[in-house]
């Protein structure tokens, strides 16, 4: 008996343009949550996200439908937001900033001030991407490490090491700065 | 760094920087977006592809056509003729 899904995935890979629609209905929502979580701006995940479909559309030949579409679009999209990270790194900074002022969660220990807050958004857009990106979904966002080491195209471990870098180096800076976390 | 400084620089680090509300989705469908994309880019390769190979082949027959009458200029009345 013939799947719906495996067989929507394998009419994908033969350029069906019904079913990469189908497709796009149905992971648009991930794939865009995915990277906003990268970027942390809305406005550039929508765009993003119509970058990864449209690499999606232009990968489908190579797409091998046994091994899922969800990982596989995951990790296009983190290559897409990892792009745009490295092309714009002044308007990341901004919104790096911004994240700090606008940052000021309910829940948030009031100990910490806000200036605190806002130097350590700086000091950790000035990590390397390769560290903050694995900080932010692991740390920040809180996916499962797994998942991140997929998206990334690294072991588990290597996600482990690159958080614990970061986190030292994140240290360093605040330190250099006379700030003691 | 030990593991409750490492505990202690994670809970820093969500305060500066809190989770993005991501269950939302995008603010508007994207679809159209995406086919515009699609309808940009094939016309863009197709484009450039045509221009491409017609600069290429209109060279070629200039070449061509030039070396040909510069040999046998008795061929000049027969191109006249044709073209």
Redesign the interface.
């Given at each position: 008996m013939r799947n719906g899904a495996s067989y929507v995935l394998n009419q994908f890979r033969q350029g069906d343009a019904d079913a990469y629609e189908a497709l796009f209905r149905q992971h648009q929502r991930a794939v865009y949550g995915w990277i906003l979580r990268i970027v942390r701006n809305p406005a550039t995940a929508e765009e993003l996200t119509v970058e990864t479909f449209w690499r999606i559309h232009r990968a489908h030949s190579r797409f091998e439908p046994e091994r899922g579409f969800e990982g596989w679009a995951r990790r296009i999209a983190t290559r897409v937001a990892l792009d745009w990270l490295r092309t714009s790194r002044a308007e990341r900074e901004l919104s790096m900033e911004a994240c700090a002022e606008v940052a000021a969660p309910v829940e948030a220990d009031p100990a910490v001030r806000a200036e605190i807050r806002r130097k350590t958004a700086l000091a950790f857009g000035r990590l390397p991407l390769k560290l903050r990106i694995a900080a932010t979904l692991a740390v920040i966002e809180e996916q499962p490490q797994k998942e991140v080491a997929a998206a990334l195209g690294i072991s588990v471990v290597a996600v482990k090491l690159r958080v614990f870098r970061a986190l030292r180096l994140l240290r360093k800076d605040l330190q250099e700065q006379g700030i003691t976390p | 760094?030990n593991e409750h400084?490492?505990e202690?620089?994670?809970?820093?680090?969500?305060?500066?920087?809190?989770?993005?509300n991501?269950?939302a989705?995008?603010?508007?469908d994207?679809?159209p977006?995406?086919l515009r994309?699609?309808d940009v880019?094939l016309a863009a390769k197709s484009g450039a592809s045509f221009s491409h190979g017609w600069a290429w082949f209109d060279g070629v027959l200039a070449v061509g056509i030039v070396a040909l009458v510069a040999i046998f200029p008795a061929a000049i009345p027969m191109f006249l003729y044709y073209f």
């Amino acid at each position: 008996m013939r799947n719906g899904a495996s067989y929507v995935l394998n009419q994908f890979r033969q350029g069906d343009a019904d079913a990469y629609e189908a497709l796009f209905r149905q992971h648009q929502r991930a794939v865009y949550g995915w990277i906003l979580r990268i970027v942390r701006n809305p406005a550039t995940a929508e765009e993003l996200t119509v970058e990864t479909f449209w690499r999606i559309h232009r990968a489908h030949s190579r797409f091998e439908p046994e091994r899922g579409f969800e990982g596989w679009a995951r990790r296009i999209a983190t290559r897409v937001a990892l792009d745009w990270l490295r092309t714009s790194r002044a308007e990341r900074e901004l919104s790096m900033e911004a994240c700090a002022e606008v940052a000021a969660p309910v829940e948030a220990d009031p100990a910490v001030r806000a200036e605190i807050r806002r130097k350590t958004a700086l000091a950790f857009g000035r990590l390397p991407l390769k560290l903050r990106i694995a900080a932010t979904l692991a740390v920040i966002e809180e996916q499962p490490q797994k998942e991140v080491a997929a998206a990334l195209g690294i072991s588990v471990v290597a996600v482990k090491l690159r958080v614990f870098r970061a986190l030292r180096l994140l240290r360093k800076d605040l330190q250099e700065q006379g700030i003691t976390p | 760094m030990n593991e409750h400084v490492e505990e202690r620089m994670k809970k820093l680090l969500r305060q500066a920087l809190p989770p993005m509300n991501s269950d939302a989705g995008p603010g508007r469908d994207l679809w159209p977006d995406v086919l515009r994309r699609l309808d940009v880019n094939l016309a863009a390769k197709s484009g450039a592809s045509f221009s491409h190979g017609w600069a290429w082949f209109d060279g070629v027959l200039a070449v061509g056509i030039v070396a040909l009458v510069a040999i046998f200029p008795a061929a000049i009345p027969m191109f006249l003729y044709y073209f």
